[in-house]
């Protein structure tokens, strides 16, 4: 889909959890490309179940890809954006102020689910600090509304709950707004991507929903937001 776009890419087989796999999928995509300029931290495992329950396998997957994932592909692409001019870190994790400020959400999605999450949160934090003085940007980015993914239709309210969702499209145009901004100027932030759309002067936010004749107003809400 991105050649059939105009744009150049390759599909790199990978397990997040391996050092050795992640390294190799950097190496071939800093070959291909001549260098890396961005990382996306998307990929998250999501299970929601009360701590009773919860079986510790399901713990174990949580953490070792949202949070070690997470901090594994920051480590190891940091050599790579170091060599940019205009090298950003961005991970799709909740804003830790109304997340760690409403506490209804450790009720709501289990706390192996949400420290999960807050971890990889955290790390914004740090290496935004880390990586301030070596010009590299690292934010994160999440949604205001429940975006129609698998993941949302599958786990948490299927077509109902799709059809008063926004389109992952305004997810991808709020992360390349994030990346057309200078690696200086902004780092450290906890985006919601339709400020991130406001701030660039798209007010009109109707496109991006999935069902045109549902209300702004009638759009659900995200968790941690």
Known sequence: ECIAAGGNAIAVQMDLRDEDSVKKAFEAGAKEFGGIDVLVNNASAIHIEPTETIAM??????????G???????K???????KSDNAHILTLSPPLDTTLGNPLWFKLTGTAYITAKVAMSLQVMGLSEEL???GI???????RTTIATAAVKNMLGGDEMINKSRTPEIMGDAAHAIF????????????VDDEVMVGTGVHDLSKYRVKEDV???????DFFV
């Not at 070690?68 to 592909?73: E, I, K």
């Not at 692409?77 to 170091?82: E, F, G, Q, S």
């Not at 209300?215 to 809400?221: K, R, T, Y």
């Open 57 to 66: 396998k399901r713990y174990d997957l949580m953490h070792s890809i949202n």
């Open 68 to 74: 070690r994932g997470t901090f594994m592909a920051s």
């Open 76 to 82: 190891l692409a940091i050599p790579h954006l170091k």
């Open 132 to 134: 301030r003085r070596d």
């Open 137 to 143: 940007a690292v934010n994160a980015l999440w949604p």
């Open 180 to 191: 057309c901004s200078s690696p200086k100027h902004n780092t450290g932030q906890f985006w």
């Open 215 to 221: 209300a702004e107003h009638e759009l659900i809400p």
